[in-house]
């Protein structure tokens, strides 16, 4: 009783918001639907004014910033002793920001290109974002975060050779590790519920790690260097996965792990980081729905729905720049997270 009496407003708004996800049904409808403009206003409800031509770019900071707002509102219904582990969903969207400003600035790329690929959130502003890209200056990006800790972090990382591609893999390093140690609540309860749930994030972001860092050459002593420090469910297999040489011995290992089970069915399993990205994904997906089914008095139903409605963006985005690109609707289809296999 006492888990209901703390978490009685949490789970009241959680129950309230996950009434609002899009199910696979609507998603299907969004593809269907004649044009981007038509996807556009059942989305935002004719808040977000399109003209056929226009980038998606504005859709997309409308639809994150709700998001986003929905983590911080969260956290205020949250008791004080899970309420920073919520209010870590949304530092995740500024910390996006910093990805793609950093590996902007690294590879050069050009500013009005790269301002396509951000998606403003918090304190990184279009115009700051737009600014630091502009100014190409890496140092004055690390200025920009508030965490002292994480600037301490990473501030090394933007002087080695490889500085862009490591710091950006740094960026998930210290916030999906510092995500698992604010799962360490006082409560048994709710400590499991969060950690079932981030800690099957990190492995498959870890089996995903050691897929790209095979692409671009990496050494097995840089690939460890760069994966999150947390082992939830992957045992030996992490190290396995980390000195395997080449792709086929990586889904060796990936077929020996608890999330073999991801890839059940005809076609799953491929040799494409891709394929096995959207599978790991849907996984997840699957797992956060399951939360659901437990008790609705601890934290994890929060995380689960925050989880969740970071699929749904993605998934979003597919079919908004699928329109946007003319690219084959079937193709969009295959690729979202929340319609399954």
């Avoid at 978490?7 to 009241?12: G, P, S, T, V």
């Avoid at 491929?270 to 659901?292: K, M, Q, V, W, Y």
């Amino acid at each position: 009783m006492a888990g209901a009496g703390r978490y009685a407003e949490l789970a009241a708004a959680v129950r309230s918001f996950k009434a609002e996800l899009i199910r696979p049904s609507q998603l299907e409808r969004f593809i269907e639907s004649g044009s981007l403009t038509e996807v556009i206003g059942l989305l935002t409800k004719g808040q977000v004014a399109y003209v056929e031509g226009d980038g998606p770019n504005n859709v997309e900071i409308f639809l994150t910033r709700k998001v986003y707002d929905l983590a911080r509102r969260l956290a205020a219904y949250a008791p004080h002793d899970s309420r920073s582990l919520i209010k870590l969903f949304s530092a995740w969207y500024e910390l996006e920001c910093v990805k793609v400003i950093i590996r902007s600035i690294a590879d050069q790329i050009q500013p009005e290109e790269a301002a396509r690929h951000i998606v403003p959130a918090g304190k990184f502003t279009e115009e700051r974002c737009k600014e630091l890209i502009e100014g190409r200056n890496l140092s004055r990006v690390v200025e920009m975060i508030d965490d002292e800790a994480f600037r301490a972090f990473l501030a090394p990382r933007l002087t080695s050779e490889k500085s862009g591609a490591g710091a950006v893999f740094a960026v998930d390093q210290y916030y999906y590790t510092r995500l698992w140690n604010a799962s360490n609540l006082p409560d048994p309860l709710d400590a499991q519920s969060a950690r079932s749930l981030i800690g099957e994030r990190i492995d498959h972001l870890n089996v995903l790690l050691a897929f790209r860092t095979r692409l671009i050459g990496l050494d097995s002593r840089s690939t460890l260097d760069l994966m999150i420090p947390v082992n939830y469910a992957l045992g030996h297999s992490l190290n396995e996965l980390a000195e395997s040489t080449n792709t086929p011995s990586l889904i060796r290992v990936l077929e020996k792990t608890p999330y073999a089970k991801a890839f059940l069915g005809p076609g799953l399993l491929d040799e494409n980081p891709a394929s096995i990205e959207l599978a790991l994904n849907r996984s997840h997906a699957a797992t956060c729905l399951d939360a659901f089914a437990g008790s609705p008095f601890s934290v994890g139903l929060a995380l689960a729905l925050l989880f969740l409605k970071t699929y749904e963006l993605r998934d979003l985005f597919s079919i908004i720049n699928g329109k946007a690109n003319n690219a084959p609707m079937e193709r969009v289809l295959s690729s979202l997270i929340l319609r399954g296999p």
